[in-house]
């Protein structure tokens, strides 16, 4: 199978639990999918128009005042693509990120510094799992029953699974780079 464009397929797939409009889509990327996706706001208009004309998705007119708001609908062909590409390998996750660019070229700063970024990554990982830990209690008391459900729940977990193996690093970090003492007051 031919690669796919996953902004596209992101998109699919949250018109394939109902019609939106762009700006609902939007939400849903913020609300639903934030966790462990990150779609550029500036992309999802251009992919909408890009899977009407490839009549992957039909769109209707919205009434209302000022300009004009479609109604994005995924069409049977759409749906075809999207469950074809779900169902094959993922592409290799590919990693990028500048916390571990900046430790990897570490002995060019103070070691204090490291630090603080250390810390402050263990605090922040710490605070997105308890925001998951809510999201997860708050699915599994109000929303257990949507087919979905069970899909969302394990996305929710590795998000809550990963942020804990993020702060336990940082506080490994910490002690391997001698720092568990040095700017305690930091975090």
Known sequence: MARKNTSEMAVMGLLAMGARTGYDVRKDCEEKLS????ESYGQIYPVLRALHERG????????????????????????AALQ??????????????ELLLKLFLGRLVDRKD????????????GA?????????EMMKAGRSDLPDAPFWLVTVDFGIRSLEAQA???HASLK???????GEEDG
């Open 128 to 136: 997105r799992r308890d925001g998951l830990l809510a999201i997860r």
């Open 176 to 182: 391997a780079l001698g720092l568990e003492e040095v």
């Open 114 to 125: 490291l630090g603080v970024l250390l810390r402050a990554h263990a605090k922040r990982a």
């Open 84 to 97: 074809e590409w779900i169902a094959a390998p993922p592409q290799p996750l590919r990693v990028r990120d």
């Open 35 to 38: 966790h462990f996706w990150s």
């Open 168 to 170: 336990e690093w940082a």
């Open 56 to 79: 992957w998705v039909d769109r209707e007119p919205v009434a209302g005042g000022g300009p004009t708001r479609y109604e994005h609908q995924l069409t049977d062909e759409g749906l």
